[in-house]
C-alpha cells in the first residue's frame, strides 16, 4: 500500500469536471515537499502534467489543474475529454523514506 | 529530442540476474539525475533507483536493495541497472527516466521516460 493514498477510480461525463486526491502525511505532502502529478495513457509511458504542486508543462492544456492543503493535494481536470481516460498518479519526496514515492494510482474513465 | 531507449530486458529464472541498459540521447547526459521505475503488469508506478547527475549519489527501494544496482556511464551517454537474485515480485516492465533537474536528485520530478524494457521472471 503507497504511503500516497489516491481513489482507485474516479469518472465522470464529458465536460464536467472531476477532481483526484492524493492523501499523505507530515512526512510527505504535509511537510510541504512538493507534489507532480503524471498522466498514463493506456499502453504508453507516463508524462507528467502538473510539477511543483501547481506548474503546467508547456503542452499541457490549462483545463488540468491542482492544488495542495495541508497533507493532501488534488488535481482537478475541467470539460473533460475522452482523451483525458488514462491513469494519474501523484509524487511526492517522503523524508522518512528519504525520496520520492508515488501514489496507487487513480484510473479515470470519461462515460 | 530526448531520447530514453531501455534495451536488455527478457525472461529470466529466479534467482538469476539481467542487466538492464538506457541509451540516451537529445541532451547532456551528465547534468541530469536518472531514474529506474518500474510497473509490474496491471500495477501502479514504484520508484525503484536512483543516481545523481555525477553518479556519486545512488538510492534503491528497500524492495530491491541488496539486490539491485544503479550505475551510469558518461562516456557512452548509457544508464544501468544490473539486477541479481531476482524474484517473481520484480517481474514488471522497467521504465529509464530523466530527471527535470529542478533540484536533489532524490526530489525531482522526471520530465522524460523511455518506452520500457519488460523483465519476465519465471522457471
Known amino acids: 500500500q503507497s504511503v500516497l493514498t489516491q481513489p482507485p477510480s474516479v469518472s465522470g461525463a464529458p465536460g464536467q469536471s472531476v477532481t483526484i486526491s492524493c492523501s499523505g502525511s507530515r512526512s510527505n505532502i504535509g511537510a510541504r515537499y512538493e507534489v507532480h502529478w503524471y498522466q498514463q495513457l493506456p499502453g504508453t509511458a507516463p508524462q507528467v502534467i502538473i510539477y511543483?504542486?501547481?506548474n503546467r508543462p508547456s503542452g499541457v492544456p490549462d483545463r488540468f489543474s491542482a492544488s495542495k492543503s495541508g497533507t493532501s493535494a488534488s488535481l482537478t481536470i475541467a470539460g473533460l475529454q475522452a482523451e483525458d481516460e488514462a491513469v494519474y498518479y501523484c509524487q511526492s519526496f517522503d523524508r522518512v523514506v528519504t525520496a520520492s514515492l508515488f501514489g496507487g494510482g487513480t484510473k479515470l474513465t470519461v462515460l | 529530442e530526448v531520447q530514453l531507449v531501455e534495451s536488455g530486458g527478457g525472461l529470466v529464472q529466479p534467482g538469476g540476474s539481467l542487466r538492464l541498459s538506457c541509451a540516451a540521447s537529445g541532451f547532456t547526459f551528465s547534468n541530469y539525475a536518472m531514474y529506474w521505475v518500474r510497473q509490474a503488469p496491471g500495477k501502479g508506478l514504484e520508484y525503484v533507483s536512483a543516481?545523481?547527475?555525477?553518479?556519486?549519489?545512488?538510492f534503491h527501494a528497500k524492495s530491491v536493495e541488496g539486490r539491485f544496482t544503479i550505475s551510469r556511464d558518461t562516456s557512452k551517454n548509457t544508464l544501468f541497472l544490473q539486477m541479481d537474485s531476482l524474484r517473481a515480485e520484480d517481474m514488471a516492465r522497467y521504465y529509464c527516466?530523466?530527471?527535470?533537474?529542478?533540484?536533489?536528485?532524490?526530489?525531482?520530478?522526471?520530465?522524460?521516460w523511455g518506452q520500457g524494457s519488460v523483465v519476465t521472471v519465471s522457471s
Open positions: 543516481i545523481s547527475s555525477n553518479g556519486n549519489s545512488t
Open positions: 511543483d504542486d501547481t
Open positions: 527516466a530523466r530527471g527535470a533537474g529542478s533540484g536533489w536528485y532524490r526530489k525531482d520530478y522526471i520530465d522524460h
